[in-house]
């Protein structure tokens, strides 16, 4: 089983840059979907961004379209969330979450379509 530890949050000022890092421990990482997803305080948890299990296929949430993008690295088992022009509006934990599945296109959007959870980690976007 996949393992999930995130890495690359901190403290950035509006219109910064950031890029959070998830590294998968376990065997066959190119099997899983990834996928981001972030929850503010107060809020419900919303997905970022996703990626497919071959590295062709990207979904975005609208808010951050055009402000970030999701990679992935399978033989590094690693994906990436690079976010530029980052708004106070961003802040949140971020989680990275992957999906076991044979189809090779999908990263679905939503937080029940995932089994397996990091602990997350902070971003925090000061005006």
């Known amino acids: 089983q996949v393992q999930l530890v995130e890495s690359g949050g901190g403290l950035v000022q509006a219109g910064g840059s950031l890029t959070l890092s998830c590294a998968a421990s376990g065997r066959a990482f190119s099997n899983y979907a990834m996928a981001w997803f972030r929850q503010a305080p107060g809020k419900e948890r919303e997905f970022v961004a996703g990626i497919s299990r071959n590295p062709g296929f990207t979904y975005y949430a609208d808010s951050v379209k055009g402000r970030f993008t999701v990679s992935r690295d399978n033989a590094k088992s690693t994906v990436y969330l690079q976010m530029n022009g980052l708004d106070p509006e961003d802040t949140a934990v971020y989680y990275c979450?992957?999906?076991?599945?044979?189809?090779?296109?999908?990263?679905?959007?939503?937080?029940?379509?995932?089994?397996?959870w990091g602990q997350g980690t902070q971003v925090t976007v000061s005006s």
């Open positions: 979450a992957a999906r076991f599945t044979i189809d090779s296109a999908r990263a679905p959007n939503g937080a029940s379509g995932y089994g397996l």
